[in-house]
C-alpha cells in the first residue's frame, strides 16, 4: 500500500506541476473515512460481541492512507481530459448500438423504468457503502484471505480508477451529447428527468460544470472506461468467497444491481462494466503473488532484526 500510496502521490505531483491538476482536500476525505469506518467497526461489534481486532495504530495508519489516497484520487481524476482528450464514447457507442439494436440504456430503461428513484438514490450511495465493507474487511484478523482483498482493493482504484481510466478517456452516455453535441442520447435524459433520477441529474450537471468551468470541486472528475463502481462491486464478490463465503450471494446481488443502474442511469456504456469487472479479476490474481512476495518480505526482515539483536540479548544475559 505505500508503494501504491507513493505512486499516486508522484502522479499527482507531476500532473499538479503541470497545472493540470488541482491540490487534494484531505480534511474533507479524513471526514468521509473516519465516519465510515465508524460504521464499519459499529457493524462488525454488534454482530460480535468478542471481536479480535487488529492493532489500534494499524487501523488508524489505515483510516489516514484511505483518506489520503481517496483526496488525491479526484484530482488525479479531474485532470485525465487534460493528460488525454476523451476519446473513447463515439465507438464505444456505435459498437453497442449495433450490437443490441439499441442503446443498453433504453433496454433498461424499458424494463425497470419505474423503479429509477430508487435505483437512482441507492446507486448515489455506493461510495460509502463500499467504504463500509473495505473497512469491514481491514478490521478483521490478519490472514492472507484478507491481505489478498485489501492488496487488490487499492490496486483496483490506482490501475483501473487512474491509469486506465487515462488511457480509454470517456465520459459515458449521460455526456456524450453536451461533449460532441447532436442528440444521439437525448432520449436517456428526458427518461432521467421524467422518471426522477434527482441524484443522477444533480450530480452530473454539477461534474459537467466543473469540467466546462475548469473549476474543481468535490463533485467533478468525468471518467467512463472503466466503471470503477462496477469494478469495486466485483471486488466485493471476490473478497466476500475468500472471507466470509455466507456473503457472496448478497455481493453477487449488490454487483448486478451496481452494474445495471449504472447503465440504466447513463453513467456507463454496458462494456465499461464488463473491463471493471475483467480488471478486477485479472488484479485479484496477481494480487496473491504479489501479497506472497510481500509477506515474505517482512518475514526476511524480521528475521534478519531478531539475527542482529541476539547476540546483544546473549550479552546482555552473560553480563
Not at 11 to 31: E, G, K
Not at 115 to 138: C, E, H, K, N, R
Not at 252 to 277: E, K, M, N, P, R
Amino acid at each position: 500500500m505505500v508503494v501504491l500510496g507513493a505512486l499516486e502521490f508522484l502522479w499527482w505531483a507531476i500532473v499538479w506541476a503541470l497545472n493540470i491538476a488541482p491540490a487534494p482536500r484531505p480534511f474533507s476525505y479524513l471526514a468521509g473515512a473516519g465516519v465510515t469506518f465508524l460504521i464499519a467497526l459499529a457493524v462488525r461489534l454488534s454482530f460480535r460481541r468478542s471481536v479480535e481486532l487488529p492493532s489500534k495504530l494499524g487501523l488508524v495508519l489505515g483510516v489516514l492512507f484511505v483518506a489520503g489516497s481517496a483526496s488525491l484520487f479526484l484530482p488525479l481524476k479531474f485532470a485525465i481530459p487534460k493528460e488525454i482528450p476523451f476519446w473513447l464514447d463515439v465507438p464505444l457507442a456505435a459498437f453497442e448500438r449495433r450490437a443490441f439494436g439499441t442503446d443498453p440504456w433504453a433496454i433498461s430503461q424499458a424494463i425497470f423504468g419505474a423503479a429509477t428513484p430508487a435505483i437512482d438514490l441507492i446507486y448515489a450511495v455506493w461510495l460509502p457503502t463500499q467504504l463500509v465493507v473495505m473497512f469491514s474487511v481491514m478490521l478483521r484478523p490478519p490472514s492472507p484471505a484478507k491481505s489478498r482483498a485489501l492488496t487488490a482493493y487499492f490496486l483496483c482504484w490506482f490501475v483501473l480508477g487512474v491509469a486506465a481510466a487515462v488511457a480509454f478517456s470517456s465520459v459515458g452516455p449521460i455526456f456524450y451529447d453536451r461533449l460532441y453535441g447532436g442528440s444521439h442520447f437525448s432520449g436517456l435524459g428526458d427518461a432521467l428527468r421524467t422518471r426522477g433520477a434527482t441524484f443522477a441529474l444533480t450530480e452530473s450537471d454539477a461534474m459537467w460544470v466543473s469540467y466546462a468551468q475548469d473549476r474543481p470541486g468535490l463533485i467533478a472528475g468525468i471518467s467512463a472506461m472503466p466503471s470503477l463502481h462496477v469494478a469495486i462491486s466485483f471486488w466485493m464478490i471476490l473478497a466476500a468467497r475468500s472471507i466470509a463465503p455466507r456473503l457472496t450471494w448478497l455481493a453477487v446481488a449488490y454487483f448486478l444491481f451496481v452494474w445495471i443502474a449504472s447503465v440504466h442511469l447513463g453513467w456507463h456504456y454496458l462494456l465499461d462494466g464488463a473491463a471493471g469487472a475483467l480488471g478486477v479479476l485479472g488484479i485479484w490474481v496477481v494480487a496473491q503473488p504479489l501479497e506472497r512476495r510481500i509477506a515474505h518480505g517482512r518475514t526476511a526482515r524480521s528475521g534478519a532484526i531478531n539475527a542482529r539483536l541476539a547476540p546483544t540479548e546473549n550479552n546482555l544475559s552473560r553480563e
